[in-house]
């Protein structure tokens, strides 16, 4: 037999097991029926007793014994004060269940749950819904009328289907908080990340002043400012709200309004007093991404409030206090807009103590697969089914990830998505390798014309100013993807394949390497050059 | 290599039993695909694999397809290993089709065989202990086989759990055997047997049976079972006639008045009786392929089965052997092997 074994771990039923006697034949006992299924072979079945039923623990043993020959029951005891109180019940079921060696390579668990006290019940179920029993529930029910001669029927429930997902997400809050609890977010592996998040976590804790969090749309500005929100609240550097906003939003009126509050009548429409988002984080932290589409007089009053920690709301006679501590978020480079006269200096000056670049997500390729993980939870987390990736799924989606093709434009929101996508779409909670190539599909067209490697080239890095200011356009346009392309490419070569993909189809000897050697020569750059050896 | 279709004829447990019997004999691998396709739950249930485990360890085969729920199954049979072995069989699933299968090859080894086989004993739907003891295995005896069968314990529906013991010492050839007429009866006897049930249900049983068969000095016996696992019941008539016994079963069941029980024996009791035929409907089954082996026989039998048929379907895609059926008239057929 090449099957997994099928090992069922359940409670010995105190009043549905018991029976002595011949009599006991008559009656429908769960444990002993459902070793009398003739289509379900139960290789060795987990009894949980109490240690005043070992008397009736024996008996069902040696029952089962007879039943089936090639069932294997180990009692294991586990003693609760009180089976109906669900804290201790939990407690010990929770113990037990971690002291277990489970072998999932080779066994296949069913977690028993027509026997025990309801508490019980209910706890098993629970550390199954959690994964914490890597098995299905088994719920066994007598025959219509039991005569003796029917084991009943049995029903084998796969929590991860996605059709028990309703019942799943009434539980997947409770989880999440767990999970929170014990898992301080992704684990990232890129080097230089980390090091970036641990200063920003000592600056959060010790500093009260603004941060400037730059870097690409979808690198995680949002995230990681919701974050440090939540450092700061949990070392009580901080104890009101968490406020968000993204400037880019706000225009005109509204956007005095929404960030500095108005009086009743103080337009038309105004019917009301409003305080204002920077009043709702009195206390607390003011998120304004993209800080760099804010108007002119709405940096000028920001600026007054950062520094005097008072503003005047629109209409209002009085001045109006908040003290908040601002982050301030931008993809844009800042001191550029200073110059064309869009931004104020002296705000930057204010805001940019403090200044944290987000690499986008090609740059911290270490740090994609820690992320699918947590993307992975965050799904689990808001739709209640855990999704898992067969092996060679998850070995092909790392490797297109982490090739030069993937150029990630939306970063972070790209790979979210992608993996929303995939979760959603795998059936039976499994993301196959078929899953895999239709979202690389799905990516490589949302990235095609992206004009993303073009724009950001970074010519600038690895040219200088004169040197720069003497390319025409036309070659400025094209040197820069062909250095994004040797950015994220692995090797020569593999540049080589991406660049002239087409053209090496027709050719006899493809020598797409000489190629690229001879036209970066051209510009006076070398492979070595551009990848810093 | 030999495709069987699992589902035709009778379509049940019997088509891969009788496959693995022959292919056992012959060494001849066979495929058996649509295991019980048409039934409730179709595929391999556990009683089915207990035989197939049996055949592969005596047999030495080589198995693919061996797990619960099925329905296609490729048998390799190797070099037939003597010795001892024991099969348990869960459900209650009868440990007699699990000796029903490996038998017939055992039959022809040249090394003592002794098995030990768990289970159901006294099953409806398989042939219950009784009937082998003292029906179908004198029969082989005349033909030359040397098996001796012992009971340890009683193994009820649905407890099971009873055990027995079976001794196939070599002979060599197998007799052919010719079964036409039974000659005179002899003897009738009844036996109740009860276990963990209250002993007046078996003199109910036999106080009816003593009534109602058409016999003068029928020996009435009952038995008081204390070794079984579980409670059991079980009627059955012997008829011993010159040439052969015959043995009819009925069992008990919760709900099922004494009198019923003892009634449904005696109906199959009193049909043998009347009929002229002296092969009944279950022996027929059991001895189509012992003949098989020995190459040739006949017997007249008052059912032609659709177990029977599918039989001879089966033992036509292993063996050269030329399988007539005649009928004889109104409940009577005429079976002969030749090869």
Redesign the interface.
């Known amino acids: 037999?090449?099957?997994k074994k099928l090992v069922v771990i359940g409670f010995l039923g105190a009043t549905l097991d018991a029976g002595k006697g011949?009599g006991r034949?008559?009656k429908w006992r769960p444990s002993v029926a459902l070793?009398?299924?003739?289509?379900?072979?139960v290789d060795r079945f987990e009894l949980l007793y109490q240690e005043k039923f070992t008397e009736l623990g024996q008996v069902v043993l040696e029952?089962i014994a007879?039943?089936?020959?090639?069932?294997q029951v180990e009692l294991k005891l586990v003693n609760f004060q009180d089976p109906w109180d669900f804290e201790e019940v939990y407690a010990v079921l929770f113990e037990w269940v971690r002291g277990y060696e489970f072998d999932v390579d080779h066994e296949e668990y069913l977690i028993h749950i027509t026997t025990g006290t309801h508490v019980a019940q209910i706890c098993l179920f629970l550390l199954t819904e959690s994964h914490h029993f890597p098995g299905k529930l088994l719920q066994t029910a007598p025959p219509k009328r039991y005569?003796?001669?029917?084991?009943g029927t049995f029903t084998i429930i796969d929590l991860d289907l996605s059709k028990y997902g309703r019942i799943a997400s009434r539980f997947a809050q409770e989880q999440q908080e767990s999970l929170t609890f014990l898992k301080s977010g992704i684990e990232t592996r890129d080097p230089a990340f980390n090091k970036l998040i641990e200063q920003i976590e000592k600056v959060a804790i010790a500093s009260k002043a603004p941060m400037l969090l730059m870097g690409p749309t979808g690198a995680g500005k949002s995230r990681l400012a919701k974050r440090i929100y939540e450092l700061k609240r949990a070392r009580h550097v901080l104890e009101g709200r968490f406020v968000e906003v993204n400037c880019a939003t706000l225009r005109g009126d509204t956007a005095m309004s929404t960030l500095f509050g108005h009086v009743k009548g103080a337009f038309t429409g105004a019917v009301n007093n409003r305080p204002g988002l920077l009043r709702q984080a009195n206390h607390g932290l003011l998120f304004l991404d993209e800080i760099g589409e804010l108007g002119l007089d709405e940096q000028a009053m920001l600026l007054r409030a950062l520094e005097d920690k008072t503003f005047l709301p629109m209409g209002a006679d009085h001045e109006t206090d908040s003290d908040f501590q601002l982050i301030a978020g931008t993809n844009r480079d800042l001191h550029r807009s200073v110059a064309e006269g869009k931004f104020r200096e002296d705000l930057l000056a204010r805001i940019n103590l403090w200044t944290f670049h987000l690499p986008g997500l090609k740059d911290r390729r270490a740090d994609i697969e820690p992320n699918i993980a947590y993307e992975l939870d965050e799904f689990a987390r808001r739709n209640g089914s855990q999704i898992v990736f067969t092996n060679e799924a998850r070995r092909q989606f790392l490797k297109f990830a982490l090739s030069a093709e993937a150029v990630w434009s939306g970063n972070f929101r790209d790979l979210n998505a992608a993996v929303t996508r995939m979760a959603t779409l795998a059936e039976g909670g499994r993301v196959t390798p078929e899953d895999v190539a239709d979202e690389i599909k799905r990516l490589t067209r949302s990235w095609q014309g992206s004009g993303e490697p073009v724009q950001r080239g970074g010519l600038e890095q690895v040219l200088e100013p004169e040197q720069l200011a003497a390319l025409d356009r036309f070659d400025r346009v094209q040197l820069a993807d062909v250095v994004a392309v040797c950015r994220t490419a692995a090797t020569l070569s593999e540049a080589g394949r991406l660049l002239f993909s087409t053209s090496r189809e027709r050719k006899k000897n493809t020598n797409d390497a000489d190629r690229l050697r001879k036209y970066l020569a051209r510009f006076g750059l070398s492979w070595n050059a551009l990848k810093g050896i | 290599m030999i495709t069987i279709d699992g589902s035709f004829g009778e379509g049940g447990g019997q088509i891969l039993r009788s496959s693995l019997a022959l292919s056992m004999m012959t060494g001849k691998p066979f495929k058996i695909e649509k295991i019980r396709a048409g039934r409730q739950?179709p595929?391999l249930?556990?009683?089915h694999?207990t035989a197939v485990k049996a055949a592969t360890e005596i047999g030495q085969a080589e198995v693919s397809g061996?797990?619960?729920?099925s329905k296609e199954l490729v048998f390799r049979p190797g070099k037939m290993q003597s010795g001892s072995y024991s099969f348990?069989?869960?459900?209650?699933?009868s440990a007699t089709l699990v000796l029903q299968t490996v038998l017939p090859a055992l039959l022809t080894t040249t090394e003592k065989t002794e098995l030990t086989l768990?289970?159901g004993t006294h099953n409806p739907a398989a042939p219950p202990f009784p009937f082998l003891e003292k029906s179908f295995l004198p029969l082989l005896r005349r033909m030359g086989a040397n098996v001796t069968v012992e009971l340890e314990r009683p193994g009820f529906?649905?407890?099971?759990?009873g055990k027995f013991t079976a001794v196939i010492e070599p002979t060599g050839m197998l007799n052919r055997l010719d079964l036409c007429e039974r000659g005179t009866i002899h003897e009738q006897r009844a036996t109740a047997l009860v276990a963990?049930?209250p002993t007046d249900i078996a003199d109910r049983e036999l106080s009816l049976i003593a009534r109602r068969l058409e016999w003068k000095n029928p020996v009435l016996k009952t038995e008081n079972v204390t070794t079984s696992?579980?409670?059991g019941n079980v009627v059955f008539i012997e008829v011993e006639s010159e040439h052969l016994t015959e043995v009819f079963t009925a069992f008990g069941?919760?709900?099922k008045r004494a009198e019923l029980v003892a009634e449904e024996a005696l109906k199959e009791a009193k049909q043998y009786v009347r009929s002229e035929a002296p092969v009944g409907e279950y022996l027929a089954d059991q001895l189509l392929l012992p003949l098989a082996v020995a190459g040739g026989g006949s017997f007249v039998t008052s059912v032609l089965s659709e177990h029977t048929t599918t039989n001879i379907e089966v033992i036509r895609r292993f063996l050269a052997v030329h399988i007539t059926v005649t009928e004889l008239g109104k409940r009577s057929w005429k079976i002969e092997v030749a090869s």
């Open positions: 037999m090449n099957q011949p034949w008559e070793c009398q299924h003739d289509n379900l072979l029952d007879t039943v089936s020959p090639e069932t005569r003796g001669d029917d084991p | 739950k595929g249930l556990r009683q694999l061996d797990t619960l729920g348990a069989i869960g459900t209650a699933g768990e289970g529906f649905p407890v099971g759990g963990m049930l696992r579980g409670p069941e919760k709900g």
